[in-house]
């Protein structure tokens, strides 16, 4: 069974996405391209194949395990939200843990108050 949504996870979203951003950042320095000359049976005509990946290091493998991690949970907060079957209630989580928005401002969108909104995510989570 997969593991319960808290706010913690909800909340850690947004971080994680710019985490994801960062690492794809540090990782594109350390993707290298080659080509080399080869021949192939039966004709033994030379032509080129491209060779590319990451350099073998622990910093590299360790950056992209972080990176899988992190994608891991992107995708199960994203399934979570997208599972949300009331609209309203979907909206307010979109609003607040992908967007970034507060609680004033989501107030204000779903025609709510700040503490109404609130509670309502926080009685959503404890019944899920």
């Known amino acids: 069974m997969a593991d ?22 540090e990782l ?15 004709s033994y005509t030379p032509h080129s194949t491209r060779i590319d990946g990451f350099l073998p290091s622990g910093d ?27 609209r309203q209630m979907r909206k307010i989580f979109v609003l607040r843990f992908v967007k970034g928005f507060t609680w004033i401002q989501i107030g204000h969108k779903v025609g709510g108050t700040a503490d109404g909104c609130r509670m309502a995510v926080k009685r959503f989570l404890q019944n899920a």
């Open 28 to 42: 594109s320095g350390k993707y290298v391209a080659d080509s080399i000359s080869v021949c192939t049976p039966p």
């Open 4 to 25: 319960p949504m808290t706010m913690s996870r909800l909340k850690a979203y947004r971080r994680n996405v710019s985490a994801i951003e960062d690492i794809k950042a």
């Open 60 to 86: 590299t493998l360790s950056l992209l395990c972080e990176q899988a991690r992190l994608e891991r949970e992107q995708r199960s907060v994203e399934e979570f939200i997208k599972g949300i079957e009331d």
